[in-house]
């Protein structure tokens, strides 16, 4: 047993087991046993920071995902169960994948991404009745949720059960859990027989990656293997929703749309900035940058094109290189500017599928500044603007 698991970081057994009403000074005490088990996550994440990391040799390896090579994730399932880091494919963005029952296997997430122990992991599984396995309490809200978006894009947070470790949850008595339905992480997991703990698989901050490249990039020497099965084809992450109180809370924004959820469960709201900071650790203002420096004008249509040039300009005018996020409709009226189109701007799907790779080649093109322009407050726009917002900090 190594150092990591006599941690005691336990918040899930000082929770009110019976739901009844707790003393005052009983809640003093269960807020600094839970800041404790926290402080103690952020004293590991330095300790780790200074600590050397090895090159490793990171094996890159190819599968069709309509053509699934079974050999090649047999050895992938294999390596998950050996504790290794195993980047792969989902339908939102790649997965930085490491066997979510070994704490010495999450902890190397962590460490590959420079990532902090206190933002906890999702927990991937293939099928529903895995679910009974790492929550406590499914509330039938989540069945029906479960029932109408999964496999795909959405994630749900709920009570977690004693199989979960502090270490995936960050000491949350709740834990996030995900049936993604890309074919290659549905074989992975099947073949890991474990739940897969995956964050995005890219450095702590860093632009989401929805391409194989885009791992290599920020992670290859870092982790064992990498599995490229081209691009993902929704290229945000997964919507994050609260199902352990009501009204549901949508956490992130992310690829079922706040109207698709709206129409199974019309409770639902969007959480602000106040639950964030309760509910979600990782929901950092700053959040899925480039290196450029981010600004998202906010006007709209004429004006909005007017505000991208006379800021574009003026950056450019005092020595930076600027780069350009626009629509397709209005990519010419940035001559002389590094445009990047993200698609038609009522195409959401493609803009949000976009997005990411484009901040990256802004980056590859070594701009100091990308002006962006707004897209629809409505579909997938939402979680595109969610990103550029955060983006720009
Ligand atoms: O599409 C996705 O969700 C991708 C793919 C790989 O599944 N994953 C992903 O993971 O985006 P990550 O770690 O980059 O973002 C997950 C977010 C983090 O902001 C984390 O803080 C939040 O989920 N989260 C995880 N467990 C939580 C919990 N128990 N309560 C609240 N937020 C949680
Ligand atoms: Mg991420």
């Known amino acids: ?44 994440t330095w300790f780790d920071r200074l600590e050397r990391m090895d090159i490793m040799n990171t094996k890159i390896i190819k599968i069709d995902p309509k053509n699934i090579d079974m050999g090649i994730l047999k050895e992938a399932g294999q390596m998950i169960r050996e504790g ?13 994948g490491a066997d979510a029952l070994n704490d010495d296997a999450v902890a190397k997430i962590f460490k590959a991404k420079g990532r902090p122990y206190n933002d906890p992991l999702i927990v991937h599984i293939c099928c529903l009745a895995d679910v009974n396995r790492f929550v406590d309490d499914i509330p039938g809200i989540a069945i029906n949720l479960g029932r109408y978006f999964w496999p795909g894009p959405l994630t749900l947070i709920m009570k977690r059960s004693k199989a979960i470790s502090d270490f995936v949850t960050s000491g949350l008595d709740t834990v996030a859990i995900r049936i993604p339905s890309h074919p290659v992480a549905q074989v992975l997991i099947q073949e890991a027989q474990r739940p897969i703990a995956a964050p995005s698989a890219n450095l702590f901050t860093h632009t989401s990656p929805t391409s194989a490249k885009h791992v290599i990039d ?41 109207e698709k959820l709206k129409e199974v469960t019309p409770e639902i709201i969007i959480a602000n900035e106040d639950d964030h900071l309760k509910k979600a650790p990782g929901m950092f203002k700053k959040h899925y940058s480039p290196k450029a420096k981010m600004i998202v004008v906010e006007e709209k249509n004429d004006e909005m094109v007017t505000s991208v040039l ?21 990519a010419k009226k940035y001559f002389g500017f590094q445009v990047k189109v993200l698609g038609e701007a009522r195409d959401l799907e493609t803009c949000a599928r976009n997005l990411y790779a484009q901040m990256r080649i802004l980056d590859d093109l070594q701009c100091d500044i990308i002006v962006s322009e707004n897209f629809e407050n409505r579909g997938l726009g939402r979680a595109i603007m969610d990103r550029l917002h955060r983006a720009s900090g």
């Not at 290794?84 to 939102?92: G, S």
């Open 1 to 44: 047993m190594s150092w990591r698991n006599r941690i005691v970081v336990n918040s899930a057994g000082s929770q009110s087991a019976n739901g009844g009403s707790i003393p005052p000074c009983a809640t003093k005490k269960r807020y600094w046993e839970k800041r404790k088990g926290q402080v103690y996550l952020l004293f590991l």
């Open 218 to 258: 920020d992670l290859q020497g870092k982790i064992d293997m990498i599995i490229d099965s081209g691009e993902a084809t929704i290229g945000v992450e997964s919507t994050i929703v609260d199902v352990t109180e009501l009204p549901l809370k949508v956490l992130r924004l992310g690829g079922i749309t706040f």
């Open 84 to 96: 290794k880091l195993v980047a792969f494919p989902t339908e939102t963005v790649y997965g930085l």
């Open 310 to 330: 006379r800021l574009a300009s003026n950056f450019r005018d005092l020595g930076s290189r600027v780069g350009i996020i626009a629509s397709k409709e209005n």
